[in-house]
């Protein structure tokens, strides 16, 4: 079985995005040849910023030995039907693991078939950047050892869809 074949033909597309009631909500459409059979789901992967300095590489070498032990949100289910996706995420879900102050996942949508899983990215594209243009409301929960964060959804410069959670005081 072939696993996370990242294809550029196919990718989801977000129409609706809601982030309210504690939960992100995405619904939108299945971009590329005809939608596969099989087996849906959302995988949240940690989307670590390139390094520039000496004291960045150290901190994304700590980061991935952390996040390497401890198991990530998700995968969801997503439910899908005629070509269009449906699925929620609880926010409380995605905190940052101690000692990081922040992360930032980056959304796909992978097909389970019995051969092969194929991997989506996550995303919208009205052709202008728009990084910073749609911003969307931020959740904010607190977990049990009393932090409080703030989630919120948004969009990166290549159109991909990201969840940005953060600790707040």
């Given at each position: 079985?072939?696993?996370?074949?990242?294809?550029?033909?196919?990718?989801?597309?977000?129409?609706?995005?809601?982030?309210?009631?504690?939960?992100?909500?995405?619904?939108?459409?299945?971009?590329?040849?005809?939608?596969?059979?099989?087996?849906w789901r959302l995988h949240l992967i940690p989307a670590h910023p390139a390094p520039t300095?000496?004291?960045?590489?150290?901190?994304?070498r700590l980061r991935r030995r952390r996040t390497a032990r401890?198991?990530?949100?998700?995968?969801?289910?997503?439910?899908?039907?005629?070509?269009?996706?449906?699925?929620?995420?609880?926010?409380?879900?995605?905190?940052?693991?101690?000692?990081?102050?922040?992360?930032?996942?980056?959304v796909r949508l992978v097909c389970h078939t019995v051969r092969t899983e194929v991997e989506m990215p996550v995303g919208r594209r009205l052709g202008r950047p728009r990084a910073r243009a749609i911003t969307y409301p931020a959740q904010c929960f607190t977990d049990g050892r009393g932090a409080r964060y703030r989630v919120r959804p948004r969009y990166t410069?290549?159109?991909?869809?990201?969840?940005?959670?953060r600790r707040v005081r």
């Open positions: 079985m072939t696993t996370g074949q990242l294809t550029a033909d196919r990718w989801a597309e977000v129409e609706e995005l809601w982030a309210k009631d504690g939960l992100i909500r995405l619904a939108g459409s299945l971009q590329g040849p005809d939608p596969l059979a099989g087996r300095t000496p004291r960045a590489w150290l901190s994304l401890r198991r990530g949100p998700g995968p969801y289910d997503v439910t899908v039907s005629a070509g269009r996706f449906d699925v929620a995420v609880p926010v409380r879900d995605l905190t940052p693991p101690r000692p990081f102050r922040s992360e930032r996942w980056d410069a290549d159109d991909r869809l990201l969840l940005v959670s």
